[in-house]
């Protein structure tokens, strides 16, 4: 650990004040990085908007010391961003994050809550070996479950397709090409049929890191598109599925995870 501003992040374990978090809530979207610290967090305080990467320091209303950051798209974003929250003391993370579900029977509006991840990344190659295991903190899942229950959202749990692409890594061919590589053709209907329930972008890296690194990570999406239908993100039900997904995380810290 370090008393140095990081490059990436802008800020270092000084600027956390005498009592740091341990645990960061980790989004892409700097606005959701926002909206999650102002209407859910005490006393905010911005520490960095340094390359658009937002962070956050608060307090849960049990007064515990929390952030809330930015990984930026893609898991080469989130790898550095999280390499850097653990230098200043990071040692839980959960992603909150969007996602196309590949299930008929998981409908846009609910949430998935990932065991482990299908990691299909160039930056999880380097941080451990393809066959290395992506798996989730096995408590911070129970927790993120027990938490969906509680809040009586839609939610699933289970395997996560985490690719680097939105465009061809997850078939889609409604985008500037249409052609996609043999290797890609067909690729949604293998994983469907492997049980994997939806495509993200950054929680297999996560998962490998926090196996490497020594942290707890856990993830939970909201499900903004269905691919079994179509392509598209499905706008009208976008808020309901992040709000459910924040939610679910923040009661999970407060009430079934208490030792964080």
């Known amino acids: 650990m370090t008393n140095k501003r990081l490059y990436h992040i802008g ?6 004040g005498a009592s740091p978090p341990t645990i960061a809530l980790l989004s892409g979207d700097r606005d959701r990085a926002n909206f999650i610290a102002q209407n859910y967090l005490q006393d905010v305080r911005l520490l960095s908007q340094n390359r658009g990467l937002d962070s956050y320091l608060g307090y849960l209303p049990n007064n515990r010391p929390i952030l809330s950051a930015t990984s930026g798209m893609g898991a080469p974003s989130l790898s550095i961003v999280v390499n850097e929250l653990v230098q200043v003391g990071i040692r839980q993370i959960i992603r909150i994050g969007t996602s196309g579900s590949i299930q008929p029977h998981i409908p846009v509006g609910s949430i998935v809550i990932s065991s482990a991840a299908l990691c299909r990344q160039g930056a999880a190659n380097d941080i451990a070996p393809m066959e290395y295991p992506a798996v989730a903190d096995p408590f911070l899942t129970v927790a993120l479950v027990q938490a969906a229950q509680a809040l009586k959202f839609e939610h699933y749990l289970g395997i996560t397709a985490s690719v680097d692409t939105f465009y061809e890594g997850q078939e889609r061919t409604d985008s500037a090409n249409p052609d996609l590589m043999r290797s890609l053709r067909g690729i949604t209907e293998e994983y469907r049929r492997l049980n994997i329930l939806n495509y993200e972008m950054e929680c297999g890296t996560l998962f490998k890191m926090a196996g490497v690194y020594k942290f707890a990570a856990g993830a939970v999406c909201g499900v903004v598109a269905q691919r079994t239908v179509d392509e598209k993100v499905v706008l009208e039900q976008k ?22």
């Open 11 to 16: 800020f270092g374990q000084e600027d956390l």
């Open 239 to 260: 808020e309901v599925a992040v709000k459910n997904a924040i939610a679910t995380a923040i009661h999970a810290v407060m009430n079934y995870f208490p030792s964080l």
